[in-house]
């Protein structure tokens, strides 16, 4: 499946590009995350905590337990901050 992939604030510095088309088999958000980490230096240092990671799949919120197929687009993106 060819997914949309989007990266959010410093998640998008380290990687070095806001988003990425990518041709994946993974079936859920923690195959998509092992599989990212395996591409380079890069991602691997980005998406290296994933306690500092919130995900969307398709703009809802998901864990990394959530199902891929039928996605579209998937966001790495820093917890939000109030104040």
Known sequence: MTLDVLYFAWLRERIGAPR???ETAAAT??????????????HAAALSDLDAVRVAVDQQLAGLDTPLAGAREIAFFPPMTGG
């Open 20 to 22: 990425e088309r990518i």
């Open 29 to 42: 958000v923690a195959e998509l995350v092992a599989e990212l980490v395996r591409r380079d230096d890069r």
